[in-house]
């Protein structure tokens, strides 16, 4: 989902920063974002595990991936070809599938057909977010202490009030995760690639869920998806402010034990990891249309079954819609090109014979 791909690192066998871990970390994340909103509609009363399984989930892969976008956006300082990418890459998709989000709405739900560009619909607040969060690269860059003072920002943004224009609560209560990432080195990835670390993560896998069970259907959404502050929760600001941090400390051992266990090797995932845009993109709009004939009611009615059936169809789904024939159809509104003519030309080079004012100002010093 990051709209840039990771580089090539050194061949070392030590290191992770190359193509096929980070790939596979992010096919992973994807499968879990279809997972996560697959299963969000068919809760009941009775599906008690799956909902534990549900915030176990949520409790990590978003914070994952951000954490994943601000390391591959370390090299950004806003240099012209940078923002290109930047519009072509993530605002232009993003105003794109708001439109056709708002078509699908209008169509299924019989809503009022208004394209508000301010108000991302569903699951493109991370599109607008990712682009705010890119264009203040350069700031974390030249602050000191970045992480804490964007932990300082987000914990604020939930005892203050903020408006749902351009999906800033989540913007700001995610921002530490897009931080820290900034921050990340290779060396920081090479700690949780050892027998240790792996051996650690899946105990912890373990115990969270085991957790998420005794507390299911508790926490609420609101508190994973970092959209309400904590007026809307319920709660003063001294306890919300404790069990985010509680939340911000079981997340990052999450995160950590996750990118532990991912695969360093290539594999089938891995090729599939480098497009995860395709996936996140056109699976909701799937989920809606399933929604709108009743796919779900029939999967609420076969139990376990029809819980297993579809998990296995959301994987599925992010499969196909990583191929090539999907991605050669929708190309043009994932990965759209910024016109020819909003291109500035590029500077004509200055004649030799034609002195500088720079080369004056020399001539000017050897005298």
Do not use: C
């Not at 069970?213 to 609101?222: E, F, H, I, T, V």
């Not at 600001?237 to 999450?254: C, E, G, K, Q």
């Not at 819609?321 to 910024?338: G, K, Q, W, Y």
Request: glycine share 6%; aromatic share 12%.
């Amino acid at each position: 989902m990051t709209s840039s791909t990771p580089h090539h690192g050194p061949p070392a066998s030590h290191t992770p920063d190359r193509r096929p871990f980070f790939d596979n970390a992010k096919f992973l994340l994807i499968a879990l974002v279809a997972l996560g909103h697959s299963w969000e509609q068919v809760f009941s009363p009775h599906t008690h595990g799956l909902r534990a399984l549900h915030n176990l989930v949520y409790g990590f892969h978003m914070p994952a991936f951000i954490l994943l976008s601000g390391y591959f956006s370390r090299s950004f300082t806003g240099r012209p070809d940078q923002v290109r990418r930047l519009l072509t890459g993530v605002l232009a998709p993003y105003l794109i599938f708001e439109t056709l989000y708002t078509l699908v709405y209008h169509w299924l739900r019989g809503s009022e057909f208004a394209i508000t560009p301010t108000s991302p619909t569903y699951l493109l607040w991370f599109l607008i977010a990712l682009f705010l969060w890119r264009l203040s690269t350069p700031i974390w860059n030249a602050v000191r202490y970045p992480v804490a003072i964007s932990v300082v920002v987000s914990l604020a943004a939930g005892t203050t009030v903020i408006g749902e224009d351009l999906a800033l609560p989540r913007v700001l209560m995610f921002l530490p995760w897009f931080v820290l990432g900034l921050r990340l080195r290779p060396e920081h990835f090479a700690r949780l690639r050892t027998r240790t670390a792996r051996r650690i993560a899946a105990p912890v896998f373990l115990g969270a869920f085991a957790l998420a069970y005794r507390l299911a259907p508790a926490p609420s959404d609101d508190w994973l998806s970092m959209d309400v502050g904590n007026g809307v929760l319920d709660v003063s600001p001294v306890r919300y402010l404790l069990l985010r941090l509680a939340l911000f400390a079981v997340s990052a051992l999450l995160v950590g034990s996750f990118l532990a266990l991912v695969p360093g090797r290539r594999m089938w995932i891995t090729a599939l990891g480098a497009v995860t845009l395709y996936p996140y993109l056109i699976h909701g709009i799937l989920i809606r249309v399933a929604e709108h004939y009743g796919f779900f009611h029939v999967v609420r009615q076969s139990g376990l079954a029809g819980q297993l059936v579809l998990s296995g169809l959301a994987v599925g789904v992010v499969v196909l819609l990583s191929t090539p024939p999907v991605r050669a159809l929708a190309r043009p509104l994932v990965e759209p090109r910024l016109p020819r003519w909003l291109v500035p030309k590029a500077q004509e080079p200055v004649p030799a014979t034609v002195p500088t004012a720079a080369a004056e100002r020399e001539k000017t010093l050897a005298r």
